[in-house]
C-alpha cells in the first residue's frame, strides 16, 4: 500500500512520486487492487489543537483505490495529477493551478469521459497529492495564480530585483504564489491590515492610509490565497507584525478569518505553515453596525447565510470563545448582513479617516 | 292555391327514404367519409367477416387480402378466405342488402354486429364506380361453386342480380369477393397495412397473405393451431336493457304472460326473479306482453333496477387468452420484453365482458415519443378516434412513471412500447355506428386500469433490472477505459513499461472483488436473472465494439 509518511522527511519530491509509482507497480503485479493511504480531509479528521490555536489534521486516513466504483475516477485523476507534477519537476518549470488543469483536461479515447471536467477536480487531486507525497503544493512545482496585491513602507528582494512597496503606483506589488524566497530588506511599518475586498484597497491606497498610519495594507480577492498567507505567517514571525482582518460583517467574512488564523479544513496537513495565529479581527463586526450608523444598510439573511453561520459556530475553534460567542449571536438575531463598504455611506473616506483609526486606537478586536 | 294548406303540397314530396338511399347521402356515419378510409373499411368489412365465418365453421383462417391500383383513385380489392361458404339463396342477401345477417339479433361476441358493413362496402363501390361486386362462393367439394355479379336496389334495398353462374374453383370451401371501388392507398398509421398487421397481433391463429397495390406481399403466418374458444349467443341480461329495446322485445315477443316474456327473453330470470320485477314494478305478471304499455314498460324498467339479478353467464365471451396475445405480440412486434394479461369477465350494463391488455417494450419500437396504443373490440383494431376512446383515457389516466415509463401529468406516456388493449364483449359500446372508440362506461375504465397496472409493474421490474444491467455495463466499460490511463501515469512514475502495468491491471478485471464492484446490488434476488438475460447480450455488444474499432 503506498503510504503517505510526514515522519520520514524526503528532500526530493521527484524520488517520492517514483516511489510512489513503483509501489503502485509492485501491488499491480501482485494482483492486489491499487491502493494509496492518505489522511482523511474532512471536518471529521481536523483537530483542533487549543495551545497553538491552529487546526491540524487528525489520524484518520483514508484509502483510495482503482477498482471501486467511487473511488476509479478519483484514482485517475490523483495519478494523473503525480505525473503532471512529475513531468514539472523533470524539466523544472512551473505551472499554475489552471496549467494543471489543462494538462490533464483530455477525453479518454474512443469515450466521452474526461479525466477532468473542472479545475476544482484537478486542485482536490493535487491537495491529495501534497498528503501522499508530503510534499507541498508548491514544491511539487505547482502555482496558485497570483491574486492579491499589497502596500506599505517595505523593501524587499526577489528574484534578484528589489521592490519598494511604497513606490508601486496605483496597483501595489502584486503577491506572486510562492513567497518563499523573498527576504525583506526593511520593513518600517507597524501592523498589517488584510482585507477581503479589492475595492476596499484600493480606497485606502488611493487615501494613502498605509503612508498616514505606518502600515502594510494586504488584500486578495475573496479566500485567501497560500501566497498571501504564507507572506503574512512569515512577516508576522518574523518582525512581530500584528494583523487585523477586515472583512464583510457576515458568515462568509468570519470564515476568511477563521482560515487565516486557524488554518483550513482542506488544508489543515498544511496549518503549520500556512496559519497565522496572531490574526485578530478588526471588523466589521455586529457592535460596529450600532456604533457607526449601519443599521440601514443590513441585508437580510438567507436560508444559506443561516446554515453557515450555524455550522462556524460549532467549530470546535469558536465553541469556547465567549467574545466570538457573543458576537455570533448578535449576528443571528440580527438574521442580517452588512458590507464593509457600507462604511462608504458616512463619507468616501470615512472608513480611512475615522473608522479604522479609531478601531486600532481602541484596540477594538476580536481574537 | 292559396286556399290549400302548404302541408298538403310539402306532402307530395315527402316520402320513405330506404336505408340504402339513406347510406348515400351519409356515408361517413358508416366510415366511408373519404376515399383513404374507403379502401381501409372496405378491407376491414369482408376481412372481419372473413375471420369470423372460419371461426364458425371451426376451421383455421387463410385469407389472401390484394388491393390493385386499376386506375387514378381507383382500386379492386380481391378478399378470399377458406370458410365454409354461403348457400346459394343467402349470398345475394349478405353481400347486397343493408342490415342483412345472421349476427344482428343475437347476442353474441363477434367482430361484425349490425350486419351492415359488407353491403355498404358493395354499395359504395356502386356509388363510386358503377360495377358491380363479384362473389364466388362453395360450400363443399360436392357442390358446384357459385358465382354472381350483385348491385344494391337503393329504393327497395334489396339485391339485383346482375349475374348468376356456376363456375370452376379450385377451393373445397370459400368465399372470395371483388370489389372495385374509388379509394386512395398510402401507408402509415389508419392504412390498410397497420390493419392487417394489428388483425394479426390479436389473431394469431389466421393467416393472411397481403399484396398490396405496390405488388409488395406481405404473408402473417399463423403462430398457434388454437381457434378461439366459441362463443355462445347470449340473451341479453334485463341491466342491461333500454326502454326503445325493451319495447321493440314486447312487441314482437311469441310469449303470453309478462312473467313468461322475462324469463324467456332474458337471461338470469327465473319464476322468481319474474315474479319479484313485476312485483317492483307493481304490474301483474299476468297481462300479456302485448298490451304492456309505454308507461307500463318504464315500470317495469324501474322494477328490474330494483331487483337483485345475479350477473350474466360469461361463457357468450371468447378473449384471447394471455398466451395466445403473447404470441401474437412476438411474431408483429420486434421488442425484447413482453407481458399480457387477460382479466376475468366483468360486466357493465349487463353485458359481460373481458379486459386484455399487452405491452411490447423495447427492441426496435422508437424510444423518444410517445408509446403506441394499440386498441381492438372482439379482435378487431379500432384505428380511429384514439382521443375519443376509453381506452386511451384509461391509458393517460395511469401513471406510467413506476413503470419505467415517462409521462408528464395524464398524457400518453413516452417510451419504446406499443400497448395493447382488447374488449372482448357480446355487446360492445362504441360511441358511433363506425365502430372507431369504445364509451366510458366506469366498469370498463376500471378493468382496463386494472389490467394495464398488472402488466405496469412487470414492465417496471423489468425495466429496472435493465436500467441496472446498463449500469453495470458501464461500470465495467469505465474500468477498462480507464486502465490505459493509469498504467500510462503508473509506467511514468516508476519509469516501468506501460504495457506491463496495463497487463496486469487488465487481468485483475475478471477477479471476483473487481466484480463485485460492478455488481453493486447483487443481493437483489432480480439481479441473478439479468445476469442471465444480459451477460450474454453484453458480450455481444462488445465483440461487435472491437470489430467496429
Known amino acids: ?367 | 292555391m292559396a286556399d290549400e294548406p302548404i302541408a298538403l303540397e310539402l306532402a307530395k314530396h315527402q316520402k320513405e327514404i330506404s336505408v340504402a338511399e339513406f347510406f348515400t347521402k351519409n356515408r361517413h356515419l358508416l366510415g366511408f367519409d373519404n376515399k383513404r378510409k374507403a379502401l381501409l373499411m372496405t378491407v376491414k368489412e369482408a376481412v372481419d367477416n372473413s375471420i369470423d365465418a372460419c371461426e364458425e365453421a371451426r376451421v383455421l383462417p387463410e385469407i389472401s387480402v390484394e388491393i390493385i391500383e386499376v386506375g387514378e383513385f381507383r382500386y379492386r380489392v380481391i378478399i378470399e378466405d377458406n370458410g365454409p361458404g354461403i348457400v346459394k339463396k343467402q349470398i345475394p342477401n349478405i353481400f347486397a342488402r343493408l342490415l342483412y345477417g345472421s349476427k344482428f339479433h343475437t347476442l353474441k361476441q363477434a367482430r361484425g354486429q349490425q350486419g351492415i358493413g359488407i353491403s355498404a362496402a358493395v354499395l359504395y363501390s356502386q356509388l363510386t364506380t358503377g360495377k358491380p361486386a363479384k362473389i364466388t362462393s362453395r360450400i363443399s367439394p360436392k357442390h358446384p361453386a357459385h358465382y354472381y355479379e350483385l348491385k344494391i336496389d337503393t329504393h327497395k334495398n334489396m339485391p339485383e342480380i346482375i349475374k348468376d353462374d356456376e363456375v370452376q374453383w379450385k377451393k373445397d370451401h370459400g368465399t372470395k369477393i371483388e370489389i372495385d371501388l374509388e379509394a386512395d392507398y398510402m401507408k402509415g398509421r389508419q392504412s390498410v397495412d397497420e390493419y392487417l398487421k394489428q388483425t394479426a397481433v390479436v389473431n394469431p391463429h389466421v393467416t393472411i397473405v397481403y399484396t398490396n397495390p405496390k405488388a409488395e406481399q406481405v404473408i402473417f403466418p399463423r403462430v398457434t393451431d388454437q381457434l378461439p374458444v366459441e362463443s355462445k349467443p347470449i340473451k341479453p341480461h334485463p341491466y342491461g336493457i333500454e326502454l326503445g329495446m325493451l319495447l321493440t322485445m314486447l312487441k314482437f315477443t311469441q310469449t303470453r304472460t309478462l312473467s313468461g316474456f322475462l324469463q324467456e327473453e332474458f337471461s338470469r330470470v327465473g319464476t322468481g326473479t319474474a315474479k319479484e320485477i313485476c312485483d317492483n314494478a307493481g304490474l301483474s305478471p299476468g297481462i300479456k306482453p302485448h298490451d304492456v304499455t309505454r308507461d307500463h314498460a318504464e315500470k317495469l324498467l324501474k322494477g328490474i333496477q330494483n331487483t337483485k339479478i345475479i350477473a350474466p353467464p360469461t361463457d357468450c365471451l371468447s378473449p384471447i387468452t394471455d398466451k395466445e396475445l403473447e404470441k401474437g405480440l412476438r411474431k408483429e412486434i420486434a421488442a425484447e420484453f413482453y407481458v399480457t394479461t387477460s382479466r376475468s369477465p366483468e360486466v357493465y350494463r349487463g353485458n359481460p365482458f373481458v379486459i386484455e391488455v399487452g405491452i411490447a417494450y423495447g427492441g426496435e419500437i422508437p424510444k423518444d415519443q410517445g408509446i403506441t396504443i394499440l386498441r381492438f373490440a372482439n379482435r378487431v383494431p379500432l384505428l380511429y378516434q384514439e382521443g375519443a376512446c376509453a381506452m386511451t383515457d384509461a391509458i393517460t389516466e395511469t401513471s406510467w412513471k413506476p413503470y419505467g415509463l415517462e409521462q408528464r401529468g395524464n398524457s400518453i406516456p413516452v417510451g419504446p412500447a406499443v400497448i395493447v388493449v382488447h374488449m372482448a364483449s357480446a355487446w360492445v359500446p362504441f360511441t358511433s355506428e363506425s365502430k372507431e372508440a369504445i364509451a366510458h362506461y366506469q366498469e370498463i375504465i376500471k378493468e382496463i386500469k386494472l389490467a394495464l397496472q398488472e402488466c405496469g409493474r412487470q414492465l417496471g421490474m423489468y425495466v429496472r433490472r435493465k436500467s441496472r444491467a446498463s449500469q453495470q455495463m458501464e461500470r465495467m466499460n469505465m474500468f477498462e477505459r480507464y486502465i490505459p490511463e493509469i498504467a500510462d501515469s503508473i509506467a511514468f512514475l516508476a519509469g516501468e513499461k506501460k504495457e506491463k502495468v496495463e497487463e496486469g491491471l487488465r487481468k485483475m478485471l475478471v477477479k471476483p472483488e473487481v466484480q463485485s464492484e460492478v455488481i453493486a446490488d447483487s443481493n437483489d434476488s432480480d439481479s441473478k436473472l439479468y445476469k442471465m438475460d444480459f451477460g450474454k447480450k453484453g458480450e455481444e455488444e462488445e465483440r461487435q465494439e472491437q470489430q467496429e474499432e
Open chain 1, 1 to 367: 500500500m503506498a503510504k503517505s509518511s510526514k515522519s520520514k522527511p524526503r528532500e526530493n519530491p521527484q524520488l517520492r512520486l517514483k516511489e510512489l509509482g513503483q509501489d503502485l507497480a509492485q501491488q499491480i503485479q501482485k494482483g492486489k487492487n491499487p491502493e494509496m493511504e492518505f489522511g482523511l480531509r474532512s471536518l471529521s479528521n481536523v483537530v483542533y489543537d487549543t495551545k497553538s490555536r491552529t487546526l491540524n489534521l487528525g489520524s484518520k486516513t483514508q484509502t483510495r483505490s482503482f477498482f471501486n466504483v467511487g473511488h476509479a475516477k478519483k484514482f485517475l485523476q490523483t495519478v494523473e495529477m503525480a505525473k503532471v507534477s512529475k513531468t514539472l519537476l523533470d524539466v523544472e518549470k512551473h505551472a499554475s493551478l489552471r496549467d494543471v488543469f489543462y494538462m490533464a483536461k483530455r477525453t479518454i479515447p474512443n469515450s466521452t469521459i474526461n479525466i477532468v471536467d473542472e479545475q476544482a477536480e484537478s486542485d482536490s487531486a493535487i491537495e491529495d497529492m501534497e498528503l501522499i507525497t508530503g510534499f507541498s503544493r508548491e514544491q511539487l512545482n505547482i502555482n496558485a495564480n497570483k491574486m492579491g496585491s499589497v502596500a506599505g513602507e517595505v523593501t524587499i528582494e526577489d528574484a534578484g530585483d528589489t521592490i519598494n512597496w511604497a513606490r508601486l503606483g496605483s496597483g501595489g506589488w502584486s503577491i506572486p504564489s510562492n513567497v518563499e524566497s523573498i527576504e525583506f530588506n526593511s520593513v518600517k511599518a507597524k501592523y498589517i491590515i488584510y482585507m477581503e475586498k479589492q475595492a476596499v484597497w484600493e480606497r485606502l491606497h488611493e487615501d494613502k492610509f498605509w503612508k498616514k498610519q505606518n502600515c502594510i495594507i494586504v488584500t486578495s480577492q475573496g479566500q485567501t490565497t497560500r501566497g498571501i498567507r504564507r507572506l503574512l505567517g512569515r512577516m508576522s514571525e518574523e518582525f512581530k507584525l500584528p494583523i487585523y482582518v477586515l472583512a464583510d460583517n457576515d458568515p462568509w467574512g468570519y470564515y476568511i478569518y477563521s482560515v487565516l488564523k486557524f488554518g483550513s479544513i482542506s488544508l489543515a496537513h498544511m496549518t503549520s505553515s500556512l496559519a497565522v495565529p496572531q490574526a485578530k479581527f478588526l471588523g466589521v463586526t455586529t457592535k460596529d453596525i450600532e456604533e457607526y450608523g449601519l443599521k440601514k444598510h443590513l441585508i437580510t439573511f438567507k436560508d444559506v447565510d443561516n446554515t453557515r453561520l450555524k455550522q462556524i459556530m460549532d467549530y470546535d475553534w469558536f465553541k469556547n470563545n465567549k467574545p466570538w460567542q457573543k458576537e455570533f449571536t448578535a449576528m443571528k438575531r440580527n438574521g442580517a448582513k452588512v458590507e464593509i463598504q457600507s462604511l462608504s455611506s458616512r463619507g468616501i473616506t470615512f472608513i480611512s479617516d475615522t473608522y479604522l483609526p479609531e478601531k486600532i486606537k481602541r484596540q477594538d478586536f476580536l481574537d
